[in-house]
């Protein structure tokens, strides 16, 4: 079982910078995807292939990734990011989620 | 835009099988992976397997031994059965299509809105 850490929560003030990491082994020769999910909502892609914005995700959400922990960043928080932030990974095959980190905006 | 829709009884019985549909709309199934995920309450989201829109499946190493997917292309829609389900198997149902660039790995770019399955006699 391959095991993807998350900070269980960040909480942020309106405005500041989010940083969520994802770490787990060899996560440097895999990609990472992100999602998030709001409150009461199913997830919705973010991040693709660690760096890449789906068409319609506001360019103050960035992916990166250093050695093997992968790092999503909102920029300029704002009250609606108020969410909860899974990275997604494949290891032989089989599709496995982080721990999930839950974005308080203060 | 495609659109998928999870549906399928909302309680189900200790021992007995949960089965779940997920009605694609909008686009065609053929080329695609599709897959399903589970959330429990107030925890994270599970890969539970996928399945090729020929009907070739892969599942999660810790549900396989109970778990099967299937396919109706003619239909718009692929299923999910899990037998002798238990109350740890109580959580909101996602289907949810997978998309790639070739060579690399696939990520889930639609999902349906969830359902909810409750396990309890």
């Known amino acids: 079982s391959y095991v993807l850490t998350q900070p269980p929560s960040v909480s942020v003030a309106p405005g500041e910078a989010a940083r969520i990491s994802c770490g787990g082994d060899?996560?440097?020769?895999?990609?990472v995807h992100w999602y998030q999910q709001s409150p009461g909502q199913a997830p919705v892609l973010l991040i693709y292939y660690d760096t890449h914005r789906p068409s319609g995700i506001p360019e103050r959400f960035s992916g990166s990734k250093s050695g093997d922990t992968a790092t999503l960043t909102i920029s300029r928080v704002e009250a609606g990011d108020e969410a909860d932030y899974y990275c997604q990974v494949w290891d032989s095959s089989t599709g496995f989620f982080g721990t999930g980190t839950k974005v308080s905006v203060l | 835009q495609v659109q998928l829709q999870e549906s399928g009884p909302g309680l189900v019985k200790p021992s007995g099988t949960l089965s779940l549909t997920c009605t694609v709309s909008?686009?065609?199934?053929?080329?695609?992976?599709w897959t399903w995920v589970r959330q429990p309450p107030g925890r994270g989201l599970e890969y539970i397997g996928y399945i090729y829109y020929i009907g070739s499946t892969k599942y999660n190493p810790s549900l396989e031994s109970r778990v099967t997917m299937s396919v109706d292309t003619s239909k718009n829609e692929f299923s999910l059965n899990l037998s002798s389900v238990t109350a740890a198997d109580t959580a909101v149902y996602y289907c949810?299509?997978?998309?790639?660039?070739?060579?690399?790995?696939?990520?889930?770019?639609?999902w349906g809105k969830g359902t909810t399955v409750t396990v309890s006699s």
């Open positions: 949810a299509r997978l998309e790639r660039l070739p060579g690399w790995s696939y990520y889930m770019d639609v």
């Open positions: 909008g686009d065609s199934m053929n080329d695609y992976y």
């Open positions: 060899n996560l440097g020769t895999t990609e």
